[in-house]
T-cell receptor, first 114, second 115 residues
Framework: GAVVSQHPSWVICKSGTSVKIECRSL??????MFWYRQFPKQSLMLMAT?????????EQGVEKDKFLINHASLTLSTLTVTSAHPEDSSFYIC??????????FGQGTRLTVV | RKEVEQDPGPFNVPEGATVAFNCTYS??????FFWYRQDCRKEPKLLMS???SGNEDGRFTAQLNRASQYISLLIRDSKLSDSATYLC????????????????FGQGTTLQVKP
């Protein structure tokens, strides 16, 4: 099946710094990828849709200047959490949609901002 | 109202039990439906797609009722390894019922199978 690889799997950073998370499709080309965030005991919440070669589209309430998304190639999308604060601590997951097979997810990145 | 609603549980059942999870969705134009499984601190993994005619995969049976906008998952002969959170997932329709490719997740139902 399709494989999506996400890196890093966990990161601890100081408040005010930026963190970049990478999401790669390993055996297929993904023109569209999705970024989700999950807080403890809550469901995955869609943050934005990453489109190869064009601007990402963000869900309502998600700050595009804080969560920078770049999708420069057909196999790589990156999410940068800028000026991270403790309230940004969460589980961030990317996915690529395979239309009739649902979505395949990266392993997730657990971000802790101290 | 949430777009996808599930009973969060937890459901605590003994090994060998049959357990059913329910889910409702609000957008009648939704076309694709899935059940995902998520283990603690891991990414979700596709368990099965859900079709109007109903479908079965081993001990798992999924049903869809479009009229009631209701999806179910039945697990027979529960195993300890079935303990996880089960996520009901629906595709998000855009304007004019266009397919956005986005998936909307329910809160998840937690299952704990005990020996």
């Amino acid at each position: 099946g399709a494989v999506v690889s996400q890196h890093p799997s966990w990161v601890i950073c100081k408040s005010g710094t930026s963190v970049k998370i990478e999401c790669r499709s390993l055996d297929f080309q993904a023109t569209t990828m999705f970024w989700y965030r999950q807080f403890p005991k809550q469901s995955l919440m869609l943050m934005a849709t990453s489109n190869e070669g064009s601007k990402a589209t963000y869900e309502q309430g998600v700050e595009k200047d804080k969560f920078l998304i770049n999708h420069a190639s057909l196999t790589l999308s990156t999410l940068t959490v800028t000026s991270a604060h403790p309230e940004d601590s969460s589980f961030y997951i990317c996915s690529a949609r395979v239309w009739t097979s649902g979505a395949f997810f990266g392993q997730g990145t657990r971000l802790t901002v101290v | 109202r949430k777009e996808v609603e599930q009973d969060p549980g937890p459901f605590n059942v003994p090994e060998g039990a049959t357990v059913a999870f329910n889910c409702t969705y609000s957008n009648s134009a939704s076309q694709s439906f899935f059940w995902y499984r998520q283990d603690c601190r891991k990414e979700p993994k596709l368990l099965m797609s859900v079709y109007s005619s109903g479908n079965e995969d081993g001990r798992f049976t999924a049903q869809l009722n479009r009229a009631s906008q209701y999806i179910s998952l039945l697990i027979r002969d529960s195993k300890l390894s079935d303990s996880a959170t089960y996520l009901c997932v629906v595709n998000k329709r855009g304007e004019g019922s266009s397919n956005t490719g986005k998936l909307i997740f329910g809160q998840g139902t937690t299952l704990q199978v005990k020996p």
